[in-house]
């Protein structure tokens, strides 16, 4: 029988409550994003994911996540659309 990545928590009763989500492992993969890697070391896992965007065209994330300003004293921002509509 195949392993269960995507939804291998989802029979845990009350898992919507942030307690319980937290208590098994929720949010894990970002605290440990944000705290042990570089911004170019998170591009370059985008990159090697091959993740595309759900638009018609597929475009790749991490090419468009290359594309944001380094090298600069001003904050950069990433902002991440969850809808794709006409």
Same mark, same amino acid.
């Given at each position: 029988?195949? #392993?269960?990545?995507?939804? $291998?928590?989802?029979?845990?009763?009350?898992? $919507?409550? &942030?307690?319980?989500?937290?208590?098994?492992?929720?949010? #894990?993969? *970002? =605290?440990? /994003?944000?705290?042990?890697?570089?911004?170019? !070391?998170?591009?370059?896992?985008?990159?090697? +994911?091959?993740? =595309?965007? $759900?638009?018609?065209?597929?475009?790749? *994330?991490?090419? @468009?996540? +290359?594309?944001?300003?380094? !090298?600069?004293? @001003?904050?950069?921002? &990433?902002?991440?659309? /969850?809808?794709? +509509?006409?």
């Amino acid at each position: 029988m195949a #392993e269960r990545l995507l939804l $291998r928590c989802r029979d845990i009763p009350d898992l $919507r409550r &942030l307690d319980v989500y937290l208590a098994h492992g929720g949010y #894990e993969a *970002t =605290r440990k /994003a944000l705290t042990t890697c570089s911004p170019e !070391q998170l591009v370059d896992m985008v990159k090697a +994911s091959n993740l =595309r965007g $759900r638009g018609g065209a597929g475009f790749p *994330t991490g090419l @468009k996540w +290359s594309f944001l300003p380094k !090298q600069t004293a @001003k904050p950069v921002y &990433l902002a991440v659309n /969850a809808d794709e +509509s006409e």
